[in-house]
């Protein structure tokens, strides 16, 4: 069975930020506008834009359109398979 490393990089790249650490932290309490995630990092939104697809791009984070705001939360299919992954470079 051939493994999919590009899938995995793009979600070990989304846990090597420590602004998506934080981000992925709020989300954990549940889905947030975008507008509230720049308020609590106090970063720009291309910033905050860049960040988000990343976790999106690694299925991490789920995103709601909502007008012309975005809603995220966690992926809990995302989450699952990060932990698999983990699980899979045990010794």
């Given at each position: 069975m051939d493994k999919d490393y590009e899938q995995e990089a793009k979600v070990f790249k989304a846990f090597c930020?420590?602004?998506?650490?934080?981000?992925?932290?709020?989300?954990?309490?549940?889905?947030?506008?975008?507008?509230?995630?720049?308020?609590?990092?106090?970063?720009?939104?291309?910033?905050?834009?860049?960040?988000?697809?990343?976790?999106?791009?690694?299925?991490?984070?789920?995103?709601?359109?909502?007008?012309k705001w975005s809603h995220y939360s966690l992926s809990g299919d995302g989450i699952e398979k990060v932990i698999q992954y983990l699980k899979n470079y045990r010794m």
């Open positions: 930020d420590p602004n998506r650490l934080k981000i992925l932290n709020i989300l954990k309490d549940g889905e947030h506008c975008a507008c509230k995630l720049l308020e609590i990092l106090d970063v720009s939104q291309s910033t905050l834009s860049h960040h988000m697809k990343i976790l999106t791009d690694a299925r991490v984070v789920n995103v709601r359109k909502d007008g």
